[in-house]
């Protein structure tokens, strides 16, 4: 099982991102996928989801309008798209597979917002 995310970097506020979590070793299409996020020395919070039948997605408040969440089954992939990006976006940002008690992390990848 491989859970492996790609596409972080340094971006100045205002910039964009995108980010993609490419998935392995199991049946992708029957998972949840989330984005979480976690500043060192907080606890790691979700940033969007988005459900296994019918894509349906949900943010956290401080993205709505500005990030979006979406999968391509056939590709085994979900990426989040990251727009008007702010200071306070900065974190390392996780990609997360998850079905009844299977739950699989990738490593994550750093995102800095900086000028």
């Known amino acids: 099982v491989q859970v492996v995310e790609s596409g972080g970097g340094l971006v100045q506020p205002g910039g964009s991102l995108r980010l993609s979590c490419a998935a392995s070793?199991?049946?992708?299409?029957?998972?949840?996928m989330s984005w979480y996020r976690q500043v060192s020395g907080k606890e790691r919070e979700l940033v969007a989801i988005?459900?296994?039948?019918?894509?349906?997605?949900n943010y956290a408040d401080s993205v709505k309008g500005r990030f979006t969440i979406s999968r391509d089954n056939a590709k085994n992939t979900v990426y989040l798209q990251m727009n008007s990006l702010k200071p306070e976006d900065t974190a390392v940002y996780y990609c997360n597979a998850r079905w009844g008690v299977h739950d699989h992390w990738g490593q994550g990848t750093q995102v800095t917002v900086s000028s």
């Open positions: 988005i459900t296994n039948v019918g894509g349906m997605t």
């Open positions: 070793g199991f049946t992708f299409s029957r998972y949840v």
